[in-house]
Nanobody, 115 residues
Framework: QVQLRESGGGLVQAGGSLRLSCAAS????????MGWFRQAPGDRRELVAG???????YYDDSVEGRFTISRGIAKDTVYLQMNDLRPEDTAVYYC?????????WGQGTQVTVTS
């Protein structure tokens, strides 16, 4: 069982920045990819960005050019640098880790962007 611990959410004005962090309890050798999803009230959960162990990161069109996903040196952490935040980015953000064929989720961290 992989546990994911997120941090870095909060309240920010439009145009501001936040950095989300997520640490996995699992050894990096078994993690295939990590990513971030988000869910706004009344909306379905959607993929924000993902990053495989090898290869290029990928982003939803709505955050391309504003958000940057990266993994730590030990590969068991993932970060989401969010710049130029907009009110429509307001949501609960969830960290994910794929270990073999299983997808694990963090508990979520709230990001609120005010206009």
């Amino acid at each position: 069982q992989v546990q994911l611990r997120e941090s870095g959410g909060g309240l920010v004005q439009a145009g501001g920045s936040l950095r989300l962090s997520c640490a996995a309890s699992e050894s990096s050798f078994s993690i295939n990819s990590m990513g971030w999803f988000r869910q706004a009230p009344g909306d379905r959960r959607e993929l924000v960005a993902g990053i495989p162990s090898e290869g290029s990161p990928y982003y939803d069109d709505s955050v391309e050019g504003r958000f940057t996903i990266s993994r730590g040196i030990a590969k068991d952490t993932v970060y989401l640098q969010m710049n130029d935040l907009r009110p429509e980015d307001t949501a609960v953000y969830y960290c994910t880790a794929k270990v073999r064929s299983d997808l694990y989720w963090g508990q979520g961290t709230q990001v609120t962007v005010t206009s």
